[in-house]
């Protein structure tokens, strides 16, 4: 075909029967393609329970596949090590976190922070936050090299950095902070251990400890 014979920009090209069939023909997944996606979440699910049962350190690749139901030979077909499940499990936090900021209505900055907030704590009493270690470089440099987390992370951060400096420059927040530093003191409420030693003592329900916290985390504690 040469270079003129190349259809204008703009005008529709009649469909042949045969082009029909195949725009409306759906995608087949096989069906070992399909257990194997099934199984592969199911593995995904397990790790990021028992991390945030027991976190990294505590957590083995054995207990996984015990958990999910099959061998551990089995399981390193989908992921070659501990570091690896925690990645997964991490990429799979960051694409609820992103589905939940995108629910989110139109409001002010400080009130999208903290509706952000409390869902992640909702999320760790729930016992669906992996707990992972500050300091660990086999698992940092894992997560350094997995696009789909340091995507889901930038796409996450990039959002709520957003509201802080619009909270900020509204007099919402205080403006000599940095913006980084309020945003990583919200991330750490994701692994805040008051939330698990209110709920240990008994005196409050899940409900009120979210607000417990979040009260201190953004009012201070300080009498007004």
Not at 61 to 73: L, R, W
Not at 183 to 210: N, W
């Amino acid at each position: 075909m040469s270079f003129n014979s190349t259809p204008r920009a703009g005008r529709r090209q009649p469909l042949t029967a045969a082009t029909r069939d195949v725009q409306a023909a759906p995608v087949r997944v096989s069906f070992k393609t399909q257990m194997l996606k099934a199984r592969e979440d199911a593995i995904v699910q397990a790790a990021s329970r028992l991390l945030a049962e027991k976190g990294f350190d505590l957590m083995t690749v054995d207990q996984v596949a015990a958990d999910v139901g099959i061998a551990k030979a089995s399981l390193y077909k989908h992921f070659s090590s501990k570091e690896a499940l925690a990645a997964a499990a991490m990429v799979q936090v960051l694409d609820r976190a992103r589905t939940f900021l995108a629910t989110l209505p139109d409001a002010n900055p400080l009130d999208q922070l903290k509706a952000v907030v409390r869902w992640m704590m909702q999320l760790q009493l729930a016992g669906e936050m992996p707990s992972l270690p500050s300091q660990n470089s086999s698992l940092r440099a894992t997560l350094m090299n997995n696009k789909a987390y340091l995507d889901g992370l930038m796409a996450a951060s990039d959002r709520i950095g957003g509201w802080i400096e619009q909270a900020q420059a509204q007099g919402l927040l205080n403006p000599k902070l940095p913006a980084i530093a309020v945003l990583y003191t919200l991330y750490a409420r994701a692994c805040d251990p008051v939330l698990d030693f209110l709920k240990m003592g008994g005196q409050h329900s899940d409900e009120q400890i979210v607000e417990l916290v979040l009260g201190t985390c953004f009012d201070g504690l300080v009498s007004r």
